[in-house]
């Protein structure tokens, strides 16, 4: 499971580099977000654009991430593509993220760190 | 009491494709994975949507990782052979396991979660047979002697 970070002044961008969220990976991925979010800025933002397939596993490790954030942090997702935006929708788990369009419009105004 | 209406004649294909497909896969997460692949790659003949690719995919993994979660538990023998048959428009698909029965003998039937409530309370599971119900028609559980076997179809190459 390979997760890339980028940190913006009060943003970090975490892509997940696997083009699936599924069973065989949801806890590594919930363990390694759980890491990035705790050395993580105010808006830790979840790029999924690479993801083509998440299952119930990897919604139920996406939404572990949420709960595991501190609370003055925010974790929010980008970048769905159809079959994942699917599960979130039928979950109706679109309404518990912020959700945006690309990984470009969510740290937009957001100052590079690096 | 009612009259159960005569099935349906189904339209004969025209140009709709029919195919079949037949698997056995041992009940561990990796092979799951690398049982969809065959799966997609074996019916990739049939000319699915995105969206319905997607679809089957989903379903198929949902069912798959609950026998080996639930089913199967603490047995690492355990096998699963999925059947798929396209005629007509739809995908019927059995599904079948030796491992623990459903308790009580019957589908999860649990209702969709409240999402209100405060962000440390959200479900992280329990959204599996919410989906494989939301994605599917004609859903059937049975225990056949030592088996498990579940059918399902998904409606596809329609007009909605």
């Known amino acids: 499971m390979k997760l890339n970070h980028k ?11 696997e083009n699936r969220i599924d069973a065989v990976c949801a806890i590594q991925f919930k363990d390694e977000m759980r890491k990035l979010t705790d050395e993580g800025p105010t808006r830790v933002i979840l790029d999924l654009s690479q993801v083509e397939f998440l299952d119930s596993s990897g919604l139920g490790a996406v939404v572990a991430a949420l709960k595991a954030k501190k609370l003055e942090q925010t974790l929010e997702l980008a970048a769905l ?20 369009d690309s990984a470009t419009t969510a740290v937009e105004g957001a100052i590079d760190a690096s | 009491m009612h009259h159960e209406k005569f099935p349906k004649i189904p339209k004969p294909a025209t140009d709709k494709e029919e195919a079949a497909l037949r698997l056995v896969i041992p009940a561990n997460e990796e092979a799951v994975r690398e049982g969809l692949s065959t799966i997609k790659s074996g019916l990739s003949d049939l000319e699915f949507s995105q969206d319905e690719w997607s679809t089957l995919e989903l379903v ?24 798929m048959d396209h005629s007509n428009g739809s995908l019927l698909c059995k599904i079948i396991d030796t491992g623990n029965p459903m308790p009580g003998g019957e589908l999860p039937n649990k209702p969709q979660s409240d999402l209100t409530c405060a962000t440390e309370d959200l479900p992280e599971g329990g959204f599996g047979w ?20 579940l059918t399902f179809r998904l409606k596809f190459g329609e007009a909605s």
């Not at chain 1, 593509?81 to 945006?100: C, G, N, S, W, Y």
């Not at chain 2, 989906?131 to 002697?145: A, S, V």
């Open chain 2, 60 to 83: 198929v993994a949902e069912v798959l990782n609950n026998i080996v979660v639930h089913a199967y538990q603490e047995r690492n023998d355990g096998m699963i052979e999925t059947h």
């Open chain 1, 7 to 17: 940190d913006f002044e009060d943003a970090r961008l975490v892509t997940v580099c």
């Open chain 2, 130 to 149: 919410f989906l494989i119900r939301q994605l599917t028609k004609d859903l059937n559980y049975g225990r056949m002697e030592d088996q498990n076997v």
């Open chain 1, 81 to 100: 593509q159809p079959a994942v935006e699917k599960v979130f929708h039928l979950t109706r788990m679109d309404t518990v993220f912020v959700i945006h």
